[in-house]
């Protein structure tokens, strides 16, 4: 122990930093909340380890130029169902979209978002409906239907697996975006809104025995650099994140059933929901949840060297602490109150001199005893809102 370094009476160490809590938990905060569920609850080693350790023994927090705490040098299971994972994979994915988009819709490119969902029903096994979705896929956009689409001038496209779960269960669909070379006229996308809903109804009918709705199959003509390249990436980026932080938190989104992270949310203190989230865990496990047309996302790595570069001027490096003490504040779910602390570090200079006395401290000396360090300090856990 360095007894030097230990908090002095009177020094910002030793106040409450859980009463300059915010109202709204920041994006950050969220996910680690969310993670820290999933750890309970998880039926997956992988999971449970997520973001608990880090490999060198310190783990460094940044800052983007969004103002978002971005924390390196742990241990992760690159999980789409992990909270923290997802969140990571899926903003370097929308960026390459974005990207390869800005280069497909000029001139006279154009694409078309392709909604492809089934009929379901409560007690239906979310593994065989994916197995379904998988398999109408195929059916009726791979050869001969993926033929057709090309005979139109598609280049390249994209899909992405999204989920709900609602009144009639599990609710896994598609969400698929076509790049064509030319501007497509009101009867190319007849034609081909024919052929695919046939193909489509016929695979699902054969599959389930079941009949679609008309909404089961939904196309929308996009064009336009600007307009088109936000359409598509809000729609491939709803998909991707499962609309991570809206739905969580947000109130307001009510309609069309709870999304993954909503049911996580309320899984540790649910049993319903705990059983649920084991049952999406089973189903999607090994899923592909992106997929992409060969050179897509070559298309927006072109300048990879670059946006490399660019990243590292965008991070501010912040604050770098041991590994023990990491633990420690996942332990007692502390993680969250010091992303939050860490993000308005300006806003609130004396809050977040406490925590960096902590971490500063758990740099020189990492054998410090941090259960007693942090309860001495005054630390409390703030509750986040409720969900």
């Known amino acids: 122990m360095v007894a030097n370094l230990t908090p002095r009476p009177g020094h910002p160490a030793e106040a409450d930093l859980g009463k300059k809590g915010t109202s709204q938990p920041s994006g950050a905060s969220q996910r680690w909340h969310l993670l820290s569920v999933a750890r309970q609850v998880t039926t997956r080693k992988s999971l449970r380890t997520c973001g608990l350790y880090s490999p060198e023994g310190e783990v460094r927090v940044d800052l983007t130029e969004k103002g978002t705490a971005s924390v ?36 006279r490119g154009c694409s078309v ?15 065989d409906l994916l197995d379904v979705l998988q398999a109408a896929w195929n059916a009726a956009l791979s050869g001969r239907g993926g033929r057709v689409w090309k005979g139109y001038g598609r280049t390249h496209y994209l899909r992405a697996l999204d989920y709900t779960h609602g009144v009639n269960g599990h609710h896994p669909h598609f969400h698929a975006v076509m790049f064509f070379d030319r501007l ?17 109804e016929r695979a699902i009918k054969r599959l389930t025995g079941r009949d679609c709705v008309r909404a089961a199959v939904r196309l929308e003509h996009v064009r336009g650099e600007e307009d088109g390249v936000r359409s598509v990436v809000r729609y491939v980026g709803k998909s991707l994140t499962g609309a991570l932080l809206d739905a969580v938190w947000s109130q307001s989104k009510t309609t069309g059933g709870r999304t993954i992270w909503q049911i996580l949310a309320s899984a540790e203190t649910n049993a319903h929901d705990q059983a649920l989230w084991r049952e999406c865990e089973a189903g999607f496990h090994k899923r592909r949840w992106f997929v992409a047309s060969q050179g897509l996302l070559a298309l927006g790595e072109e300048e990879k060297e670059e946006d490399q570069e660019d990243d590292q001027g965008e991070k501010e490096s912040l604050v770098t602490l041991s590994d023990r003490l990491w633990r420690h504040l996942n332990r007692v779910r502390l993680v969250g109150e010091f992303l939050s ?27 410090e005893d941090w259960t007693r360090l942090v309860s001495s300090a005054g630390l409390q856990r703030e509750p986040l809102q409720r969900l």
């Open 72 to 107: 390196s040098g742990l241990h992760t299971c690159g999980s789409k169902i992990c909270p923290v994972c997802n969140a990571r994979e899926s903003a370097k994915q929308i960026h390459q979209v974005e990207r390869a988009a800005s280069k497909l819709l000029t001139g």
């Open 113 to 127: 978002m392709l909604t492809l969902t089934l009929p379901h029903q409560r007690g239906d096994d979310l593994a």
């Open 184 to 200: 497509l006229e009101e009867d190319d996308l007849y034609w081909l809104e024919l052929d695919v809903r046939g193909r489509w």
């Open 341 to 367: 602390a860490l993000e308005q570090h300006q806003a609130s200079p004396e809050r977040w001199s406490r925590w960096r006395f902590l971490c500063d401290l758990s740099v020189v000396s990492p054998s």
